[in-house]
């Protein structure tokens, strides 16, 4: 559906979407994949009524704090602002808004979500460091450069958990870093040093798909 060049596909997937029922988010996503510079309020309107005040403010805000941000491919809508509406909860105080929010980042494939992502592979709490290596990993497949990343994947590799050295060492694997993962290997502690040559050698620790269609 995502490719499909069938005339009228678009008008069809839109005016089935009230009734979609639990295949929504699907269809809103697949449309987002059509069209990131599309009017967001297709799939917004979902979550909030066209109402002005404070009770739309906070069901708005709450969209950007939850999986269905993705799941909807609102991550992926230019004029949703998804950046400017996420990076905030990459510092809040709560670790599962930290994680939701590195993995929200790393689905817009915005240079500008790159930042607030490469602060979480410091976070505290090892599950958001793991989340925040596969956030840049997502952002390098749709393109942007991730160097900048290059030293604190690297100081991830000395994690002691092997979740977080797997996703590090699968982001460093990528050809621009390859040269420092290489590097790096003289340094490393037996575990950490057996998942970089898996990563050299190419087999790598695998991305949790968003969504069904994610490749």
């Known amino acids: 559906m995502i490719d499909s060049n069938e005339r009228g596909v678009e008008e069809i997937i839109l005016g089935t979407l009230a009734e979609a029922g639990p295949v929504r988010p699907l269809l809103c996503r697949v449309l987002a994949e059509r069209d990131p510079n599309r ?46 509406r996420i990076a905030p909860d990459a510092t809040n105080w709560f670790a599962a808004r930290r994680q939701i929010a590195v993995i929200a980042l790393g689905d817009t494939a915005n240079p500008a979500a790159l930042p607030p992502v490469i602060g979480r592979l410091r976070d505290q709490k090892w599950w958001v460091r793991t989340q925040a290596a596969a956030a840049i990993r997502r952002l390098a497949r ?37 040269d420092r993962l290489l590097w790096s290997r003289a340094t490393l502690m037996p575990l950490a040093g057996a998942i970089v040559d898996n990563a050299l050698d190419g087999v790598v620790a695998p991305l949790t798909p968003l969504w069904p269609g994610e490749a």
């Open 142 to 178: 749709s393109g942007v450069p991730i160097g900048s990343a290059s030293d604190g994947l690297l100081r991830c590799l000395h994690h002691d958990r092997q979740e977080v050295i797997e996703q590090a060492a699968a982001a460093l694997a990528q050809p621009s870093l390859r």
């Open 39 to 84: 009017d967001p309020h297709y799939a917004l309107r979902h979550f909030y009524t066209e109402t002005d005040g404070p009770v739309r403010k906070w069901l708005g805000q709450e969209v950007y704090r939850s999986p269905w941000v993705w799941l909807y491919g609102i991550t992926r809508l230019h004029n949703a602002n998804p950046v400017e």
